[in-house]
């Protein structure tokens, strides 16, 4: 197992570079998750440390070696890739030991190796298959197998659960979660789902064009987002953003939009009044409040252990997310409250949060 | 008559006509064939006579031994066996490294040199005909096996035809490859060529009937009816007492056998390659 550190790292092609120095560390036995919109560098930055990509500036370092100028294979990393990658002509069992063959191992050490990977996920029956005889989560498996057969000091994941319907991703993220807790492997994560980076990370990179917005526990980065992007990214429904200025309201403080809308402001809002930002507000921390904020219901999506709620408050559209069964529908008008102390200020400049 | 039944009277009539006019165009392309294994099995007189007869009076089945046994039939075969063998493995060979490199390395000046090598594909064959000799005498190469195999070795087409084909061939494979610690070159022969049968077996076929059939360029270079290869062989049935064409088409037709045995045995690896590669890369 091997610590990770990304120092200022900038990738170019040509004249467009598309990664501007960014820097971050795994921890040995960490599980790393890099979360970006499309286009952002979290796999370039991943196929980087792979030794896929070439790095134009800064270091890469695995355990205590840089490795910028070594070939994958001398890296002593494993990739499981989007499309598994696997070999089609050849067997899983051959799939699992092609590593272990190019290593010029014995050949019960190879079988050995192959069981012992194979017993871990559960493909024993499955060795003697071609990968076009498995379904989407098996040829997973397979892809997680020849990884795992290599006793790599890193693993990375190139958004491995992409391919897989909904139900059977949700599956594979609790595989995954576990192989790490049973391997102890460092392990750097790359995907686009912020649902998949909230539930099996220690630490989220969120990352946007190229540079690194915040690094953080999955619940620092919930709870304390570093700028507007990284509050709206992460969570599902997305934080609510209202523009406006923030005005004093008695001895307290609150947002006046465009609308003219009083929204009500934590404590810490005070000493900026009079400042222009955006007020963040997480779709659970809204809740229905006679005497609140008027807003018109413009659409109902129960869930079952919820119930999604789009409404209107002026001519802003705002997500809330409601525990109870409301017995509201489209056109009703209702009145909300805000959990002012949970809700974000961000610097309507630049994004920034403000404390 | 109700509409259903008018549909599906002109469904049956469209039917006709598509297996008509197929079974014309086979017909056309079959003829030439059983044509010369008529021929085959007739004397020579009738072979000439009029009116031309379908079907020989008498079957003449000694002619594929006389064939055989007039002319240094066999000497034939396997000089034509060595040539075209010898040009289809060395062309697979350099087709597989020069279309590898072209389709997966970066290198200073690869485009342009692949649209280069490609533009010597416009050139008619026909006219290298006198440089590719005056090299071949030069080197002392005139009559032996090396003059006729080497020159029409290293033909641009298999490079092409290759390339394309890896060119399909996702990437994230051999990035797994490279990951799992496989150089280059164990790539190609582990990863991509056992990929790229169908288009392998293709190249071999079109590259050893191609040779199998080739006249004029070892005519050119071999002399003795010892080295000829098989097309020209053919020829020495014709002297100056006259051509025995039926044991010429007998001699073509026992020539056909071992392209028609390979194609046969391709077929099915192409086939069977074609329905591997419809997994590929797990999707």
Redesign the interface.
Known sequence: MASITIRNAVKAYGAVEVLHGVSVAARDGEFVVLVGPSGCGKSTLLRMI???ESITDGEIEIGDRVVNEL???ERD???V?????????MTVRDNMA??LK??RRSREQIESEVNRAADILGLAPLLDR???QLSGGQ?QRV?MG?AIV?NPAVFLFDEPLS?LDAKLRVQMRSEIKALHHRLGATMIYVTHDQMEAMTMADRIVVMRAGNIEQVGTPLEIYDTPANSFVGSFIGSPSMNLIDGVIVANGAGASLKDGDGTLWPLPEHAVPHIGRSVQLGIRPEHISLQTGGIAAIISSVEPTGAETHVQMQVGGKTIVAVLRDRPGIAIGDTVAIAITDERSQLFDLQTGLHLR | MTTRSKSRAGALALDILNHGALALVALLFLFPFFWMISNAVRSNSEVLAIPVRILPTVFEWDNFAEAWTTLPFGRFFINSLIVSISVTVITVVVSCLSGYAFARLKFPGRDALLMSYLATLMVPSIMLIIPLFLIVNYLGMVNTFQGVILPVAFGTFGSFLLRQFFLSI?N??E????????SRL?ILV??IV??SMPAIGLLSLFTFISQWNNFLWPLIVMTGANNATLPVGLTLFQTQQGTAWNYIMAGATLSMLPGILLAILLQKLIYNSIA????????
Request: avoid cysteine.
């Open positions: 792979a030794g896929l070939e994958p294979k990393i494993a990739m890739f989007q499309s598994y990658a696997l070999y089609p002509h092609f590593a190019l290593a071609y990968p076009r040829r892809a020849r290599r391919n | 996702p994230e494979l990035e797994a490859a490279r990951i799992d610690g496989a164990r582990s990863i056992p990929l591997l590669n419809a997994g590929m890369g797990g999707r």
